[in-house]
């Protein structure tokens, strides 16, 4: 008798490789910012704070929409590069409306942090919703 699930394996690639991913984004997302955001949110700063978790939340929104229309690891592998692509071109975004958010975050300037999460998470949901197919 067999008391794995059929499935297991396919969940344990496509999770696995969904983590990767996350982790690859995080490390990615907090290279290009030019403060960083673990020292900030370990010393309080809660615009880093708001910043990055929105983007997280932004990334894996989407990571979540690829895997679950995905046809394979590969096509999974690819529309999580391109959720990547649009989270880092949200910052790139808030930065051109903000001047001064590179100076805001490490201030602690909560209203600049709460707006770059939010642009995240909602160009995150966007592109999760466009990778249904």
């Known amino acids: 008798m067999n008391f ?27 290279f290009i910012t030019p403060y ?5 949110i370990r010393a309080g700063n809660h615009a880093a704070a708001a910043s ?19 046809v394979s690891l590969l096509d999974m592998l690819v529309w999580g590069v391109v959720a990547l692509v649009v989270q880092l071109l949200a910052f790139l975004i808030v930065k051109l409306l ?20 939010t642009v995240s998470l909602g160009l995150g949901l966007l592109n999760a919703a466009c990778m249904t197919y």
């Open 4 to 30: 794995l699930p059929v499935g297991l394996p396919a969940f344990l690639s496509h999770f696995g490789l969904a983590l990767l991913l996350v982790a690859i984004f995080s490390v990615v997302y907090i």
């Open 52 to 70: 990055l978790a929105g983007a997280l939340l932004g990334y894996i929104a989407a990571l979540a929409s690829a895997i679950a229309n995905s």
């Open 36 to 40: 960083h955001e673990l020292r900030l």
């Open 98 to 117: 903000l001047p001064t958010l590179l100076a805001d975050i490490p201030e602690n300037k909560i209203a600049s942090g709460v707006f770059l999460g």
